[in-house]
């Protein structure tokens, strides 16, 4: 029974920063791969950042050098930190574990705008 629960969206103004967390549990944390992937309405869902339990990250271009992705093994929680938010930003974020199979949170809305 993987479980994968997000929080921390919410509303920001450009510029503005938001840490987003996705609390996982009924895994071996370590052994996943976890990502944060983002899904605006009527568009394809899209990556946004990656990271392997040996802590090697990687970003979507458009994101790059703003996010940052980590992880606490101690306590099975991935974060984004999101930083100079645009409000091309806003999407609702999905936090994402894959191993042998995916597994899904149900999503936490960030919305950019002044």
């Known amino acids: 029974q993987v479980r994968l629960v997000e929080s921390g969206g919410g509303l920001v103004q450009p510029g503005g920063s938001l840490k987003l967390s996705c609390a996982a549990s009924g895994m071996i944390f370590n052994f996943y791969v976890m990502g944060w992937y983002r899904q605006t309405p009527g568009k394809q869902r899209e990556l946004v950042a990656t990271i392997t339990g040996g802590g090697i990250s990687n970003y979507a271009e458009s994101v790059k050098g703003r996010f940052a992705i980590s992880r606490d093994n101690a306590k099975n929680t991935v974060f984004l930190q999101m930083n100079d938010l645009k409000p091309e930003d806003t999407a609702v974020y999905y936090c994402?574990?894959?191993?042998?199979?995916?597994?899904w949170g149900q999503g936490t809305q960030v919305t950019v705008s002044s």
């Open positions: 994402k574990g894959q191993r042998n199979s995916d597994y």
